[in-house]
């Protein structure tokens, strides 16, 4: 019993080289159908002989990431039974270990250009007689997220430390959710209690849904404000052979991070609103894509500089035959700050990719080579973070430039 309640502390552990754990041992636990992960890896170059670099606007949360990931990295999960008792509860827990590296640098998963961190740690009660919920549950979560895959952009994402009671059923179909969580990642500089409140279940027609949120957030801070936020999302199922997503999203003083602890150094006057659509297609066989339309704007004056971004793009793929697909990803991303010009990022990629499961956007495990061009304007440039590619001493000597390479992704569950 000691070796299982330990399972996963060990690897967590023993791969952050923290602790030890017997290989045996591990295996003897280990049940491949409860393995789940996710990993994209690749190798590119730019096309004037420096190293791959990856095009992002200073100030843009996300970027369109199409043959535009300059990183390996892995999520891989595993979920254990712990006991399982005579009254039909079961407890269970679930671990998660994420390995980032930069390409170009060896793969060590530690140090400068990596890291090795544990996002998922939890333990759950599920099956209680009498509590019409899905689960109790306790430790760092990945909970309710929601995400933009075209841009790799978790919109809304309360995960975090913490605990709570999971879609309690209230009839009709609704389900009502509570957490209470006390830090959102390892680097948050400071803890807060913040309290998530989601309502889902609310049907709009046969594959339509709404599904809202409240989060609260105590400000230890002394003299800081409170926060709060507040998220309305509505999900259409079957829409044009896929899926749509649109959302509106609102927040004050700590609350303007929009699901997860904002700067806790703004004031209750400081707020930010994200207007979304998102939609992924499937026409057919052979065309399927995705599409992004997304405003935010940011008023955090006079803590921090006020700013209004947008962001438009698409991917429509083609597949001439089974398994080949040939995919255009276009996005703009313009930043306009409070003082100052406005900053644009213009990136497109083709590529060629194979997926042994199928055509559309998210059939996966796919192999691709890809090109990829972007350009930028002067106010892009002198705001680029030095080195980086937009920057004045980036790998360009111009505001424009291309990278070339080949990428493997992968998810499985």
């Known amino acids: 019993m000691r070796r299982i309640r330990w399972l996963g502390m060990a690897i967590g552990l023993a791969a952050m080289g923290c602790g030890q754990a017997r290989a045996d041992d591990l295996l003897d636990d280990f049940d491949i159908n409860n393995f789940k992960g996710y990993v994209r890896s690749g190798y590119g170059s730019a096309t004037n002989g420096k190293k791959q670099t990856c095009f992002q606007l200073a100030g843009a949360p996300s970027k369109y990431r199409l043959g535009n990931e300059c990183e390996t990295y892995a999520e891989l999960k595993e979920e254990y039974t712990l006991k399982s008792f005579d009254d039909g509860v079961t407890l269970s827990g679930g671990t998660m270990l994420s390995l980032y590296n930069q390409i170009g640098h060896d793969p060590t998963f530690k140090g400068e250009y990596g890291k090795t961190r544990l996002p998922q740690f939890y333990l759950q009660l599920t099956g209680i007689s009498g509590l019409k919920a899905k689960r109790l549950w306790i430790g760092r ?18 995960s975090g430390l913490g605990a709570g009671i999971d879609e309690i059923d209230i009839g009709g179909g609704h389900k009502l959710s509570y957490a209470l969580f006390r830090q959102d990642t390892i680097d948050q500089p400071r803890r807060a209690s913040r309290h998530d409140v989601q309502l889902t279940g609310i049907k709009t027609g046969k594959f339509g849904e709404l599904q809202t949120g409240l989060s609260y957030i105590q400000n230890p801070l002394r003299g800081g404000s409170n926060g709060w936020s507040f998220t309305l999302l509505h999900i259409q199922k079957r829409f044009l052979g896929g899926l749509n997503n649109a959302a509106v999203q609102y927040g004050r003083g700590a609350g303007t991070g929009l699901s997860y602890t904002g700067d806790l150094h703004l004031h209750d006057n400081a707020w930010s609103l994200r207007v979304l659509e998102s939609m992924i297609w499937r026409f057919n066989d052979h065309f399927a894509g995705a599409l992004l339309v997304l405003n935010q704007r940011d008023h955090w004056a006079p803590y921090a500089e006020s700013q209004n971004w947008t962001s438009v793009g698409m991917r429509p793929i083609w597949s001439p035959v089974s398994h080949l697909k040939i995919e255009f990803d276009v996005g ?42 972007a350009s930028w304007n002067r106010a892009a440039q002198v705001t680029a973070v030095p080195g980086t590619a937009l920057a004045m001493d980036g790998p360009f000597d111009v505001r424009h430039g291309s990278t070339f390479g080949v990428q493997v992704e992968h998810w499985w569950d």
């Open 141 to 158: 979560v990945y909970y309710h997220r929601h995400d933009i895959n075209l841009i790799d952009f978790y919109f809304w994402n309360p």
């Open 332 to 373: 703009c991303d313009q930043i306009t700050p409070a003082h100052g010009s406005t900053r644009r990022l213009l990136k497109g990629t083709v590529a060629v990719a194979f997926s042994p499961h199928g055509n559309g956007f998210l059939d996966r495990p796919e192999w691709r080579v890809f090109y990829t061009h």
